[in-house]
T-cell receptor
Framework: GENVEQHPSTLSVQEGDSAVIKCTYS??????FPWYKQELGKGPQLIID?????GEKKDQRIAVTLNKTAKHFSLHITETQPEDSAVYFC???????????FGGGTRVLVKP | NAGVTQTPKFQVLKTGQSMTLQCAQD?????MYWYRQDPGMGLRLIYY???????DKGEVPNGYNVSRLNKREFSLRLESAAPSQTSVYFC?????????????????FGAGTRLSVL
């Protein structure tokens, strides 16, 4: 089955700096890659996703990149703010598949 | 529109006790999921229901059973709780969206149930 690895497991950045989280996946048939944000005491919530027919997608201060050849994708957060402190999960899914396979999560701390 | 509602929010069990975690969604989604979240291990799928009337095992199904009661409700049962089942449990729902050949599976999560088994 699919295996998704996520790095780093923790990330501490100064407010205003950028944060980058990287994920690799094993199944070349995967073609949908979402990112979820989990705030303390809450369930994960989708923040951005990318499909395999595009290489990059941006939404304000967050962006995702996908390298299908290398089977890795990344989340970039620019101009980090304290409210960006959370746990972030990457995931992968195949076409016509009901299941997401999640990475192990990255705890991001933005220091004021 | 409450989204995905899980009950209870917290539970403490003794080893060997049984309990059922309840989940309901009001988004008319076809698919529902149960995950467990353990430190450093992300979200692991226990069981899922692709549509009303069907259930399938996920990555870590041992020790659990599920029931898709109707389109709205999907329950998770621990028949004989063990300390290894101490975790945070999340229910999610989704409606599979297809845009041509490439599909999206956007999942909406409940707030979770924190379970401790002593």
């Amino acid at each position: 089955g699919e295996n998704v690895e996520q790095h780093p497991s923790t990330l501490s950045v100064q407010e205003g700096d950028s944060a980058v989280i990287k994920c690799t996946y094993s199944d070349s048939a995967s073609n949908y890659f979402p990112w979820y944000k989990q705030e303390l005491g809450k369930g994960p919530q989708l923040i951005i996703d990318i499909r395999s027919n595009v290489g990059e997608k941006k939404d304000q201060r967050i962006a995702v990149t996908l390298n299908k050849t290398a089977k890795h994708f990344s989340l970039h957060i620019t101009e980090t703010q304290p409210e960006d402190s959370a746990v972030y999960f990457c995931a992968a899914s195949k076409a016509a598949g009901n299941k997401l396979t999640f990475g192990g999560g990255t705890r991001v701390l933005v220091k004021p | 529109n409450a989204g995905v509602t899980q009950t209870p929010k917290f539970q403490v069990l003794k080893t060997g006790q049984s309990m059922t975690l309840q989940c309901a969604q009001d988004m008319n989604h076809n698919s529902m999921y149960w995950y467990r979240q353990d430190p450093g291990m992300g979200l692991r799928l226990i069981y899922y229901s692709a549509s009303e009337g069907t259930t399938d095992k996920g990555e870590v199904p041992n020790g659990y059973n599920v029931s898709r009661l109707n389109k709205r409700e999907f329950s998770l049962r621990l028949e004989s709780a063990a300390p290894s089942q101490t975790s945070v449990y999340f229910c999610a729902s989704s409606d599979f969206w297809t845009g041509g050949r490439l599909a999206k599976n956007i999942q909406y999560f409940g707030a979770g149930t924190r379970l401790s088994v002593l």
